[in-house]
């Protein structure tokens, strides 16, 4: 079964992130994970002037766009975005904007997702940012997927990660890297999705 792992990052932590969830996934035999970007919609000018963002695009020049064969192939979806002002990247959305006809098709109903962020600070919107995303996911007939508190870092992370779904705190320069919890808890997830999906698959 493949686990769909559908991201857009402009500075490279949410990439790092789902980079994670697929190693848990990875530890579900069975179970191969895809890692997938979705098109940018920042003007290359912008980009091309500013070194965080070039860093961060250079970085994932390796990772394939993702395809409409992608979605049908897959049994399991992590969305993964950085929050913009409490909400889903324009990017991800826009990506999510374009599965009407395999929605039509009723292709994802019964399929486990979930959702994964990063914010530049610790109150920035990791919770409605997830929740939000979750609505056009149960929309397009998904089920939904979390973090169960039996992952023992819910309870002490100071970082991002809730029962929703993983997170991390970027800091307000976007350079503070994944730490050890957060990391955890987006293995957990990953690895949590991939077993559903076996499961829903049968
Ligand atoms: C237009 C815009 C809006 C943002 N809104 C929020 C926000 O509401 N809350 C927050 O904590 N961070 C906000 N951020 C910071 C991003 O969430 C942060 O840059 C991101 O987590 C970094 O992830 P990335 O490295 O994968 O791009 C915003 C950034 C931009 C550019």
């Not at 919770?127 to 997927?145: F, K, S």
Request: aromatic content about 8%.
């Amino acid at each position: 079964m493949k686990l769909l792992i559908v991201y857009y990052s402009t500075y490279g932590n949410v990439y790092h992130m789902a980079e994670l969830v697929a190693e848990g996934a990875r530890q579900v035999p069975g179970v191969e994970p895809v890692i997938r970007k979705v098109p940018e919609l920042i003007p290359d000018s912008v980009i091309e002037s500013r070194d965080d963002m070039r860093a961060g695009r250079d970085a994932q020049k390796d990772v394939p766009l993702v395809t409409k064969q992608d979605f049908e192939e897959a049994g399991a979806f992590a969305f993964g975005t950085p929050t913009r002002f409490g909400n889903v990247s324009a990017q991800l959305k826009n990506q999510i904007d374009q599965l009407t006809s395999l929605w039509l098709q009723g292709k994802f109903e019964g399929k486990p997702a979930g959702v994964f962020v990063s914010t530049g600070s610790l109150h920035g919107g990791q919770e409605t940012t997830i929740l939000t995303l979750m609505a056009p996911l149960l929309h397009l007939g998904m089920v939904l997927v979390g973090v169960p508190y039996s992952v023992q870092e819910l309870f002490t992370t100071t970082g991002g990660g809730s029962p929703y779904g993983p997170g991390h705190i970027a800091g307000g320069d976007n350079q503070r890297a994944v730490d050890e919890k957060e990391a955890t808890i987006c293995r957990a997830f990953g690895k949590r999705l991939a077993e559903i999906g076996l499961k829903l698959a049968k």
